[in-house]
């Protein structure tokens, strides 16, 4: 995978350094490709380097004095954006030295920056966290948002449908995926008026690279019925961390139960083939990258606890949506709808007024 060079907040995440390289090293022997600007302290990631010769021989260093830290309020991480390994990454895509940035850092921090120094896509009111999640289809499905927005209107819904389907169809090669929105019933009468709004807009427009069906509830959202789920920022972060503590919950509950008895134990060597895969499945370094979409720019969130498995994720995240332009993807999508509601608008005015219904009975 040839892409422009990645910029990689290299101090952020739980354990900093000694992981994001690894993750790095191990992106670029995966995807022999790839280049890298690595942000953070010169010194540091120079001795950090000297265990990966190969990422070393593809990388430049962009030294950054200081370190947004988890506890900082984005308010005060904006003010620092100029000398902080997070803000400095960032800043190297909305120049054009890096193609997207990769942080494991304080999401907060990570969202304000990219927002204020990107810009939100012409047409895009909000950008949203999209992530890929563990499903029981034949793919994965996309997620979103997962916590940019607490509250949304139709427009964000809309707008959030349409950015999911551009990204499943990158991430999962789908041509027309499945989208719906997360809802606490799929009865049409069901949910705020935001998301019957939203699903009556959404319907309208069979003309998209996407096929709407209605609602989904939180109990069936990885049955792979569905590839893009649609939500508010506030409902979806909810989900996504019941998602997540459900996960653990189950690999504890099975690793308590086969530690229970020496029957259990001879139980869990017979099925340990099944329980391997369950793990491999549940791992959420193997979902790892969240990215937030509809910034003018690609900006790739890794989870601050990943393995430097999971930071490789991410970096491969970033890659994809960079290789396949998903900011033009975006683009074309969203003046394609905009195109179409002004026409079905129009032509709803024109049939009103041979009607005799006056304007403003019309429903857009």
């Known amino acids: 995978m040839v892409v422009p060079r990645l910029a990689i907040d290299a101090m952020g995440g739980d354990e900093g350094l000694a992981i994001m390289l690894a993750g790095a090293a191990l992106a670029q022997r995966r995807w022999p490709g790839l280049t890298f600007l690595l942000v953070g302290d010169q010194a540091e990631i120079r001795a950090g380097l000297v265990k990966h010769p190969g990422l070393a021989a593809v990388s430049e260093i962009a030294h950054a004095p200081d370190v947004i830290g988890g506890s900082d309020k984005p308010a005060q991480a904006l003010r620092r954006a100029k000398t902080t390994s997070m803000g400095i990454a960032v800043d190297a895509v909305k120049t054009g030295k890096a193609g997207a940035a990769v942080s494991a850092g304080n999401t907060g921090a990570l969202m304000a920056m990219a927002k204020l120094s990107l810009r939100t896509m012409p047409g895009i009111d909000r950008p949203a966290l999209a992530a890929l999640l563990p499903s029981l289809g034949a793919n994965d499905h996309v997620m979103l948002d997962l916590g940019a927005n607490t509250g949304c209107d139709t427009r964000n819904l809309v707008e959030f449908a349409v950015m999911g389907a551009a990204y499943a169809r990158i991430a999962m090669g789908l041509e027309r995926p499945r989208v719906r929105l997360l809802n606490i019933g799929t009865e049409d009468l069901k949910g705020t008026d935001a998301v019957r709004e939203a699903a009556g807009l959404l319907r309208q427009a069979t003309d998209l690279q996407m096929a709407f069906e209605g609602f989904v509830e939180g109990d069936k959202i990885s ?19 019941t998602i997540e503590g459900t996960a653990r919950f189950v690999t504890d509950l099975l690793k308590r139960s086969f530690r229970s008895s020496f029957r259990s134990k001879m139980g869990f060597l017979i099925s340990r083939p099944a329980t391997e895969l369950l793990r491999h499945h549940l791992d959420p370094n193997n979902h790892n990258g969240a990215v937030f979409l509809g ?60 009607s005799g219904t006056p304007r403003q009975a019309v429903a857009e």
């Not at 893009?228 to 961390?241: P, R």
């Open 295 to 354: 910034l003018n720019g690609v900006v790739v969130k890794s989870h601050g606890s990943a393995s430097d498995k999971g930071v490789a994720n991410a970096i491969g995240v970033a890659a994809k949506l960079v290789a396949n332009d998903i900011t033009r993807r975006i683009t074309d999508d969203l003046a394609h709808f905009s195109a179409y509601r002004a026409l079905t608008t129009a032509n709803a005015s024109v049939a009103a007024a041979h």
């Open 223 to 241: 049955t792979g019925d569905t590839d893009v789920v649609v939500t508010d920022g506030f409902s979806g972060n909810i989900a996504l961390k």
